[in-house]
Nanobody, 125 residues
């Protein structure tokens, strides 16, 4: 599956953005899909994921209560709604998918076989 991430941009602190991760090549409605982010000089970190079974969602503590991940199977797209954005949310955001990873590997970037190209999110103070 090919993943295309979009929706990034420049926003003021407190604002909102919605990122999209569109799949092509095959349906990925039964994959685990996650968003990761990477800020300059930092390692890639897990942000949010939706597990392939029962659509169970999981979030990093830093975004819990502000970000929401959702899936639209009809559009073969996963979204990340980001509210109350903070300057520390500034990063390149990547979506990733995998059809076989286990729940305990949800937050591990190494567990994902497919990656989108990334979309820049910049939050100004």
């Amino acid at each position: 599956v090919q993943l295309q991430a979009s929706g990034g941009g420049l926003v003021q602190a407190g604002g909102s953005l919605r990122l999209s991760c569109a799949g092509s090549g095959r349906t990925f409605s039964r994959d685990t899909v996650a968003w990761f982010r990477q800020a300059p000089g930092k390692e890639r970190e897990f942000v949010a994921g939706i597990f392939r079974t029962y659509g169970r969602a999981s979030y990093a503590d830093s975004v819990k209560g502000r970000f929401t991940i959702s899936r639209d199977s009809a559009k073969n797209t996963v979204y990340l709604r980001m509210n109350r954005l903070k300057p520390e949310d500034t990063a390149v955001y990547y979506c990733a998918a995998d059809s076989t990873l286990i729940l305990s590997s949800l937050t591990s970037a190494k567990a994902y076989d497919y990656w989108g190209q990334g979309t820049q999110v910049t939050v100004s103070s």
